[in-house]
């Protein structure tokens, strides 16, 4: 099925640094998400954003939701250590009167005290 | 918040024997639920979606008469994995939308991590 190209697929940095991941597709998305997972649970909603060009932060996160609608990136700023966990990306539209969510291969990041 | 309940957990089985998978909106009505398969280090993979009340929709690839699909309720749709053979252990997770807001964003559940030895 379709993915979107997440980068990078991993990231190892020190406590205090900040990071930043991305998505773009070939598609257009009507919504596009960012989830966070933890080892054995489902991925939890970080941010949502739903025009082009729009950027949401959610305490150190920040978003953006790409002009052309086929991208987007995730920024954390000050890491900590309990932000390790894999980032997805998501991008919704809406096909036939039914939904889809596509999702990126995600990033993993790691955090050293 | 919206929050959405799978169970169990996990679970072994063994190869040939069914297991069926819960999920449960706690306090929103859900018309609609997706599951998902997720293979270790991978993404998220759309398996189908449930519609309550009527038969579920599958993805191109996902077999129907093997991953049975029942929306019985608004707040309550099961997966059953028949003849479950060690090729489908992994990682299956349900999501659902709150309603009322078409832009809301899917939420998920906790995941039910499924070995068949």
């Known amino acids: 099925g379709q993915q979107l190209n997440q980068s990078p697929q991993s990231m190892f940095i020190q406590e205090g640094e900040d990071v930043s991941m991305n998505c773009t597709s070939s598609?257009?998305?009507?919504?596009w998400l960012w989830y966070k997972q933890e080892p054995g649970e489902g991925p939890v909603l970080l941010i949502a954003?739903?025009?082009?060009?729009e950027l949401t932060s959610n305490g150190r996160l920040t978003a953006q939701f790409g002009i052309t609608r086929k991208d987007s990136f995730l920024n954390i700023s000050a890491s900590i250590p309990s932000d390790v966990g894999i980032y997805f990306c998501?991008?919704?539209?809406?096909?036939?009167?039914?939904?889809?969510?596509?999702f990126g291969k995600g990033t993993k990041l790691t955090v050293n005290p | 918040g919206a929050v959405v309940s799978q169970h169990p957990s996990r679970v072994i089985c063994k190869s040939g024997t069914s297991v069926k998978i819960e999920c449960r909106s706690l306090?929103?009505?859900?018309?609609?639920m997706f599951w998902y398969r997720q293979f270790p280090k991978q993404s998220l993979m759309l398996m189908a979606t449930?519609?309550?009340?009527?038969?579920?929709?599958?993805e191109q690839g996902v077999e129907k008469d093997k991953f049975l699909i029942n929306h019985a309720s608004l707040t309550l749709s099961t997966l059953t994995v028949t003849s479950a053979h060690p090729e489908d252990s992994s990682f299956y997770i349900c999501?659902?939308?709150?309603?009322?807001?078409?832009?809301?964003?899917?939420?998920f559940g906790n995941g039910t991590r499924l070995t068949v030895t």
């Open positions: 998501a991008g919704r539209k809406t096909q036939g009167g039914s939904e889809k969510l596509v």
């Open positions: 999501s659902a939308r709150a309603p009322g807001d078409r832009r809301s964003p899917l939420h």
């Open positions: 954003l739903y025009k082009a060009g």
């Open positions: 306090d929103f009505q859900a018309t609609t």
């Open positions: 449930s519609n309550e009340g009527s038969k579920a929709t599958y």
């Open positions: 598609s257009i998305f009507n919504t």
